[in-house]
């Protein structure tokens, strides 16, 4: 065989491996999933600055993107290549305080995802390294968060749902800390420094988009530093949105107070819900709600306990949370000051 033969051989041996990789850059037909992603940031090529500006560097003996924010307000680091859905993003982070905002700043960094191509939407986990050594245990407990926007920031999700998109993680503020985010539909979850278990899970994500961009996020005052991340995708779970709300409802919540349980019947006009419940808290009480998209948020006011051993009856405020996928529905339920759990709403034949 010929030196050229050889070389063309050759050059068909490597072909594949080529076009693995630019699959990681390109959309591909439908049906099929992108390779791949590694970024080992050599460079900066592909990057799309959004509020902040990034340059490769050294952190702590190796190679890494230099994030900065110079002002407050959402800033990203966009990355190229295909959208991502479902599937698996890994990363190594570091935050270095340079000139923080406030006293006892504990610095801000993290991952998003399906976000926007104008990041006006996305899903995001993030870590506040300095609270993890606080010795207030409240404080403690919000060294990991989720939030998506628009509509779900920390301050709404904390007043909403105190203590289920936030919690405690053991880290070391200005290390290295490695984070692996698992995404399935409508369900996430963070894992910390290898972790076999979650630090955080989160049933319902709270973004419409069910694809988009990954995005490094960071904040002012610091240096938010990323290497070695790798974006695997998975095959998509079958969910849609637009789920009709209206209806009647079988409702069950199990919670750390009581099981509830009851039916839930509901009209929709637009993005306006309303109908009555009638169960656990009383018969025929007015229900007022949101719905967008197919993700609905429901409220009533009734009595609760109804059995006296958990204390004496009084109003409570239930908030039901949660996306319709088809005839059901799985989220959050909520009774003010009392109880928190999940729910889940069949749709009567």
Do not use: C
């Amino acid at each position: 065989m010929s030196t050229t033969e050889l070389r063309f051989h050759a050059r068909l041996l490597r072909l594949p491996v080529a076009l693995l990789g630019l699959s990681a850059g390109i959309g591909l037909q439908a049906g099929e999933l992108p390779g791949t992603q590694v970024f080992k940031f050599a460079n900066v090529d592909g990057i799309r600055e959004h509020g902040v500006t990034v340059s490769t560097g050294e952190y702590r003996g190796r190679k890494a993107l230099r994030v900065v924010q110079p002002a407050r307000g959402d800033g990203f680091a966009v990355l190229p290549g295909a959208e991502f859905q479902d599937g698996v993003i890994e990363a190594d982070m570091a935050i270095e305080i340079t000139t923080p905002l406030f006293p006892g700043a504990p610095g801000f960094g993290g991952i998003a995802f399906r976000a926007r191509d104008d990041v006006s939407g996305y899903e995001l986990f993030y870590l506040r390294p300095g609270n993890a050594t606080s010795p207030d245990q409240a404080k403690r407990n919000h060294s990991v968060q989720y939030v998506a926007e628009p509509g779900f920031s920390w301050p709404a999700l904390r007043r909403a749902w105190p203590s289920v998109y936030e919690a405690y993680a053991p880290l070391e503020a200005e290390a290295w800390t490695h984070l692996k985010i698992e995404v399935t539909g409508r369900d996430a979850k963070l894992f910390i420094n290898g972790a076999p278990q979650p630090t955080l899970i989160v049933h319902g994500l709270k973004g419409e988009d069910l694809s988009g961009h990954v995005a490094l996020w960071g904040f002012p005052g610091q240096t938010t530093w990323f290497s070695n991340l790798r974006i695997t995708h998975a095959k998509p779970a079958a969910v849609r949105n637009g789920g009709e709300a209206a209806g009647e409802w079988r409702a069950k919540a199990v919670t750390d107070a009581v099981p509830m349980e009851g039916t839930l019947k509901l009209t929709r006009e637009g993005e306006t819900l309303a109908g009555s419940w009638s169960g656990t808290f009383g018969n025929d009480l007015p229900v007022k709600g949101r719905w967008r998209n197919g993700y609905v948020e429901i409220e009533f006011e009734g009595v609760f306990p109804a059995d006296s051993s958990m204390g004496p009856a009084g109003p409570a405020a239930v908030t039901f949370a949660g996306w319709i996928d088809g005839g059901a529905m799985n989220g959050r339920a909520r009774v003010a000051n009392r109880a928190d759990g999940t729910v889940a709403l069949m749709k009567a034949p």
